[in-house]
């Protein structure tokens, strides 16, 4: 069993940065996938960044491509997304999430432990 535990939301303005941070504990953590996901109301949970193990693969939603970087730290179980020039359209609650089974994977269907969500609001 992995727990997953997410901070740093908040609300800023547009233009503005956020950095999310995921704490996990539980089973193993440093061989897996793990990612950031997004849900704004009313629609579906879309994939944000995902990142390998060794940090060598990481994959970015068009979307955030160029403004958001996910990072890892193995030896402290953490996983982070630094985001930068924040738009109103990134409002939504974000989710951390790893893989139990998939080295490099950015689908939310691929992962299997989640995190309770940390929201972000930014304002135009």
């Known amino acids: 069993q992995v727990q997953l535990v997410e901070s740093g939301g908040g609300l800023v303005q547009a233009g503005g940065s956020l950095t999310l941070s995921c704490a996990t504990s539980?089973?193993?953590?440093?061989?897996?996938?793990a990612g950031w996901f997004r849900q704004a109301p009313g629609k579906e949970r879309e994939s944000v960044a995902a990142i390998n193990w060794s940090g060598s693969w990481r994959y970015y939603a068009d979307c955030v491509s160029g403004r958001f970087t996910i990072s890892r730290d193995n030896a402290r179980h953490t996983v982070s997304l630094q985001m930068n020039s924040l738009k109103p359209e990134d409002t939504a609650v974000y989710y951390c999430?790893?893989?139990?089974?998939?080295?490099?994977?950015?689908?939310?269907?691929?992962?299997?432990?989640w995190g309770q969500g940390t929201q972000v609001t930014v304002s135009s």
């Open positions: 999430a790893v893989s139990s089974t998939r080295i490099s994977a950015f689908k939310p269907m691929d992962y299997d432990y």
């Open positions: 539980g089973r193993t953590f440093g061989s897996v996938a």
